[in-house]
């Protein structure tokens, strides 16, 4: 087998800074405002897509300087994307923002704790070993009773809330996962990831029963990694392109007619690959192919079109947009429709479903106080619909609802859509 390529390689100089044609799309005339999370929560025009667009143009033509002050407006920015999807200008925020980012860790000034940052993800979730002792830990730390006394002390109450929660058996099945009773008319492979494995194994087990059911075989290939959506969003592109040249050699070698993901912000990953690699002579062509093959699990399924289950359990359910489905995918509507085809469900729509919950990667962990601002104002928003399910797309958000849950001692399940789809086929008797 050939050697993989190295964790964190050189990646083209048009990656490490925002274009001149990126920036100069915005022509200020802040219809974004009012879609931003952060500006909608502080009014200042420096929390705003327009106003840090300004400073990222500073930045880029080193009229300002990246002082503490000034990456501060960067980390502020949840990477939502919601002012790109409502651009009337077509500024691509979320690439602007990662480059922005890549160029200030690149300078050698970025503050400690952006390198910190960048160490861990490349050290530790780049790293499947590494990571599961991480998870081992958080497993133990829930599993004591250490978080519980922990998130009824006020002092340690918000510094530990946003600790993920680590439950279940972890998913480790690699090759054919899943296969239909009948002829199989599709081929997939199934991007596990690096955290979704450890948090939410169950979800990958239900993708697949759920793939399964609706004619498809399902395989994990062994040689995958994590996506490098973390490592992109907080400047590190070329930890981020090291993963997806791997990404690209390992599912083209899965020979499968689609890459099915389970996870918004992997997905918007993956479907940039092509943009990613698109200056590396070996990958430019096979990213682009790849990446035209990745697929929402829910819009893969309202594509082919799914099985609609016989009968499912009476439930209220409201559905929380994940940013990377709905903003960097542009996918609010095939979840919606796999929730509506549930015999039983009754669908509550909240008020902002497509509002960043605060959540944001790593963002609930580097910038506490607004991600608790985010997730107060989202747990009010549901508590006001009296569903007794919260669905969503993607790991972050399912542990940040399930946090906010906690702390406003809410009594409601956090679930991925597809296990909800899954449970309805299993109350139908239907099974693989
Ligand atoms: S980012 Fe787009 S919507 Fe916002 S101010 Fe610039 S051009 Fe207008
Ligand atoms: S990505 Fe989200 S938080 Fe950042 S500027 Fe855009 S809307 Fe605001």
Redo the contacts with the bound molecule.
């Keep these: 087998m050939a050697t993989p390529p190295p964790i964190r390689a050189p990646v083209g100089a048009r990656l490490i800074a925002p274009s001149e044609t990126d920036l100069s799309r915005c022509v200020r005339c802040g219809l974004?405002l009012q879609?931003?999370?952060?500006?909608l929560a502080t009014g200042l025009e420096t929390e705003?897509?327009r106003g840090?667009l300004y400073l990222m143009r500073a930045l880029a033509e080193g009229v300002a300087q990246p002082t503490a002050n000034a990456v501060g407006h960067l980390d502020?920015?949840?990477?939502?994307?919601?002012?790109?999807a409502v651009c009337p200008s077509g500024v691509p925020?979320?690439r602007v923002?990662e480059a922005a980012r890549a160029q200030v860790l690149a300078g050698g000034r970025a503050p400690l704790s952006w390198r910190l940052r960048a160490l861990f993800l490349r050290q530790v979730i780049a790293r499947p070993g590494r990571l599961a002792l991480v998870a081992a830990a958080l497993r133990l730390y829930r599993a004591c009773g250490l978080r519980a006394v922990a998130e009824r002390i006020p002092v340690l109450r918000d510094r530990v809330l946003f600790a993920p929660t680590v439950a279940g058996r972890p998913f480790r099945r690699t090759g054919v996962i899943a296969r239909p009773q009948g002829a199989v008319q599709r081929r997939v492979a199934l991007l596990t990831g690096c955290i979704m494995p450890l948090a939410y194994g169950r979800v990958h087990e239900a993708t697949a029963r759920v793939l399964a059911l609706n004619g498809c075989e399902v395989t994990a290939p062994a040689e995958q990694v994590c996506c490098g959506a973390l490592h992109a969003h907080n400047g590190d592109r070329e930890t981020a392109a090291a993963l997806a040249r791997r990404n690209v050699d390992a599912f083209l070698a899965a020979g499968a007619d689609a890459v099915v993901v389970n996870s918004a912000g992997c997905g918007a990953a993956m479907k940039e690959y092509g943009a990613l690699l698109a200056e590396e002579p070996d990958y430019a062509e096979k990213a682009r192919r790849l990446a035209e093959t990745v697929r929402d699990v829910h819009e893969f399924l309202a594509d082919l079109p799914f099985a609609p289950p016989a009968s499912g359990p009476e439930l209220t359910v409201t559905y929380q947009d994940s940013?990377h489905l709905a903003h960097a995918q542009g996918i609010a509507g095939a979840p919606r429709l796999i929730l509506a085809a549930i015999p039983g469900l009754r669908l509550l729509e909240m008020a902002h479903a497509d509002r960043?919950c605060g959540s944001a990667g790593v963002y609930s962990l580097t910038q506490p106080q607004m991600s608790l601002r985010l997730l107060d104002e989202k747990m009010r928003e549901i508590a006001a619909t009296g569903a007794a399910v919260i669905a969503t797309a993607n790991p972050g958000c399912m542990s940040q609802l399930e946090a906010g849950a906690r702390r406003h001692g809410l009594r409601v399940r956090v679930a991925h859509a597809v296990e909800l789809l899954d449970e309805a086929y299993r109350d139908s008797g239907a099974g693989v």
């Design positions: 974004c879609h931003c999370p952060t500006y705003s897509p840090r502020q920015c949840l990477q939502c994307r919601n002012c790109e925020y979320g923002m940013c960043c």
